[in-house]
Nanobody
């Protein structure tokens, strides 16, 4: 399993960014995918998830500002982030949970991409 995030960077408050996560090594089209983030000095925070059927979920502070989507033909999941705030500054990670046996699952994470919201 390999997850490679891209699209992070420096953006002004109120700006937008689109993160991408290219996935390989598993059945992407039948897998749920998630985004999580870790701000400096804080713990990991779940951001958004999307099921294989396209149904999406968001953390409370992201609703209305972030949008998750997937392109199964490209094995890629996206996170469109609008109206960014300084408190959105964090390393953003792509993640998936995959079976490793009949009764065991393992979480896989990408290397992360830095998002900095600052004027």
């Amino acid at each position: 399993v390999q997850l490679v995030e891209s699209g992070g960077g420096l953006v002004q408050p109120g700006g937008s960014l689109r993160l991408s996560c290219a996935a390989s090594g598993f059945s992407f089209s039948s897998s749920a995918m998630s985004w999580a983030r870790q701000a400096p000095g804080k713990g990991l925070e779940w951001v958004s998830g999307i099921y294989a059927d396209g149904k999406a979920y968001y953390g409370d502070s992201m609703k209305g500002r972030f949008s998750i989507s997937r392109d199964n033909a490209k094995n890629t999941v996206y996170l469109q982030m609008n109206s960014l705030k300084p408190e959105d500054t964090a390393v953003y990670y792509c993640a998936t949970r995959q079976p490793v046996s009949a009764a065991e699952y393992r979480h896989y994470w990408g290397q992360g991409t830095q998002v900095t919201v600052s004027s």
